[in-house]
């Protein structure tokens, strides 16, 4: 049986996390999962079951007109960390997905921005809808956004059997 990405995530976090430049491998692999998460260059600081920390740089890759971190990049941070908070702490034989994201933008993003997660967890695999909450805080303390994220969590699907040839000889 295929291991879940919840065992994945965990297995890769505890092998790279104390090797220099391991946080950073860990996140660019992170990213290699999930492309689009990847274009932000986000950090995983800290994981464990039920929590993540995220950095997030402020640079010109991420800012919007108004020279602060875009709306988006913010968007795309508070999944990442809401889902690394949950997915690393799911039940072995569970996946998931995300259902629904949303936002509330309290102040401009400008310099290092940490997003912090904490949250239940799933304690079976069964179908469920899990309402997450994400922080994003400013160097200053100052609370930037509150990502509001639905990860529905399920049982891993079988997997199918190849199927037979059925070529004439």
């Known amino acids: ?23 950073r491998l860990f996140s660019y692999a992170v990213g290699r999962m999930a492309p689009y998460t990847g274009t932000i260059g986000a950090v995983v600081d800290e994981l464990e079951p039920g929590f993540a920390k995220v950095l997030l740089k402020d640079r ?11 709306a988006i990049a913010l968007m795309n941070l508070g999944e990442v960390t ?13 996946r998931g997905i995300l259902a629904g994201l949303s936002m509330e933008y309290h102040k401009k993003g400008r ?17 469920q809808e899990y ?4 922080e994003i805080h400013d160097a200053d ?15 891993m699907k079988k997997a199918r059997k190849p199927a037979e040839n059925s070529e004439a000889a």
């Open 1 to 23: 049986m295929a291991k879940s990405v919840g065992v994945r995530v965990r297995e890769q976090w505890n092998r790279l996390k104390g090797l220099p430049g391991g946080k």
């Open 60 to 70: 010109k890759k991420v800012r919007n007109h108004l020279n602060s971190v875009h």
């Open 82 to 94: 809401t889902g690394l908070a949950v997915l690393s702490g799911m039940p072995d034989d569970a």
């Open 111 to 127: 310099g290092l921005l940490t997003a912090t997660c904490r949250c239940d967890l799933p304690k079976t695999s069964e179908r």
């Open 131 to 134: 309402a997450i909450v994400g």
């Open 141 to 155: 303390g100052d609370l930037v956004a509150t990502a509001t994220a639905k990860w529905l969590i399920g049982p």
